[in-house]
């Protein structure tokens, strides 16, 4: 499994603070605000992330904190995973299909990503 960051942020600002906690080697892929025209909800950050990691909206599962991430990877064509870690409530990722709704980032499993390419709503 590869492992990727779609963000809004600069991509500098995002390394600066994977390195700043040894975090660096664990993304294969780093899309950042800079890097594209469109911003999400525009999946045009989520393409070019598939496009460099080589895969296809089948295999890709996206983790996201807010109905911006959700309607993105909808329009990507590709699963969602709704995390709480931000200041979203769990009923604001009603409207959207997911793969599952967790409190952080430490509840996903490997399982539940392999879903992706078996569940596609």
Known sequence: MSL???ST??????LDVLERDGLVD???VIVGGDDVTEHKPDPEGLFEAMRLLDVSPE?????GDSPTDARAAQRAGI???A?????????????F??????????????GLLARA???RD
Do not use: C, M, P
């Open 9 to 14: 942020k600069w991509r500098q600002r995002i």
């Open 59 to 63: 295999q890709t599962a996206y983790v």
């Open 83 to 95: 995390v709480l870690s931000g200041v979203t409530k769990t009923h604001e990722f009603d409207e």
């Open 117 to 119: 390419d078996t569940i």
């Open 97 to 110: 299909s997911s793969l599952g709704i967790l409190q952080n980032v430490g509840g996903i499993s490997a």
């Open 26 to 28: 664990a993304f294969s």
């Open 79 to 81: 699963s969602f995973v």
């Open 4 to 6: 990727g960051i779609v």
